[in-house]
């Protein structure tokens, strides 16, 4: 039987399929712009030209890999419809991959953190320090005052479940953890704790938790909101860099600079693995991979002084 429309196989497809609510947000999008671009047709009517066309518009100021990652979700869709029957071909078959620039990460030194926690007041140096303990963004937005054993200085990363003071909340790979911290961060914990009333996460300004609980009763609380209920994270943090004057990076930049020092430090790639919480071996590998490249530019750069002190007078 044939499907009226792209809308409606969406729909099929994830009533039936368990997909990441983050992965289901990707598909909805790539879906709602391929409909834009060619409209709502059946799709087993659609060609590998409507692909072609549609990849083509997803590479205009988008990166390869964002471009990769729509088409891979289309893809799915689109196997799931041909195993089905409802289709006759997958026009995704055989689409090449875009290319990917591979990206340096940035690390932060000793010296920029120190000028960020000088400008930051106690919310921010909160933040900063649990991102220094490998903490991922989401993590630390959804972190509630039970998660913290202030006795033996650990966070327990778990997800969360609707309540009167709580919405839903899933860890990254579904896997809880424990996660060490100082004493020192553990003190400013208690601090912003201490200031909370009826409101469970440590970090959250209150305006940011009333407005989650709001969207919640109204039924419109989205993932990206739960995820991320702090809307301006990333315009605020530009500010707290721009006030420490330290040059932009990347806030998932301290995870790596997490990475950086304990690798430095002698963990090995299954340790570095289970403190970071990876999946996959290969994203630990590929954190790796870049730690190893600066080393070996920073090598090569020092390697110039010899000719400097020998021949320059």
């Not at 047709?41 to 060609?47: K, L, R």
């Amino acid at each position: 039987m044939k499907q009226p429309g792209m809308e409606t196989a969406l729909r099929d497809y994830l009533k039936r399929s368990s997909l990441e609510e983050s992965s289901v947000e990707v598909l909805e999008r790539a879906v709602r712009w391929f409909v834009d671009m060619h409209g709502n047709m059946d799709p087993d009517d659609v060609t590998y030209g409507h692909v072609d066309d549609f990849r083509s518009w997803l590479l205009k100021g988008r990166a390869g890999s964002t471009a990769n990652t729509y088409t891979s979700m289309l893809k799915g869709l689109f196997r799931w419809l041909r195993d089905r029957g409802h289709i006759r071909v997958n026009p995704f078959i055989g689409m090449k991959k875009c290319t990917e620039s591979v990206r340096q990460f940035d690390i932060y030194s000793t010296e920029e953190i120190e000028r960020i926690l000088r400008v930051a007041d106690i919310r921010w140096r909160c933040i900063v320090c649990l991102a220094l303990c490998s903490m991922r963004r989401a993590e630390i937005l959804n972190l509630v005052v039970s998660d913290i054993d202030f006795e033996k200085n650990e966070i327990h990363l778990m997800p969360k479940k609707v309540s009167a003071t709580t919405w839903p909340w899933s860890i990254k790979n579904h896997n809880e953890a424990f996660i060490g911290i100082d004493e020192s961060i553990s003190r400013m914990l208690i601090e912003l704790s201490d200031q909370l009333g009826q409101q469970p996460y440590v970090i959250l300004k209150k305006n940011y938790w009333d407005r989650n609980l709001r969207l919640q009763l109204e039924g419109t609380l989205t993932h990206r909101f739960r995820n991320n209920p702090w809307g301006n994270f990333n315009r605020d943090f530009s500010k707290l860099l721009m006030r420490a004057q330290v040059p932009h990076k990347r806030f998932h930049d301290y995870r790596r600079t997490f990475a950086t020092e304990r690798y430095n430090n002698g963990f090995d790639i299954r340790q570095l693995k289970y403190l970071l919480r990876h999946s996959s071996i290969q994203t630990t590998e590929r954190y790796i991979k870049n730690i190893e490249e600066k080393k070996l530019i920073s090598k090569s750069g020092r390697m110039f002084k010899k000719y400097y002190e020998t021949l320059v007078p």
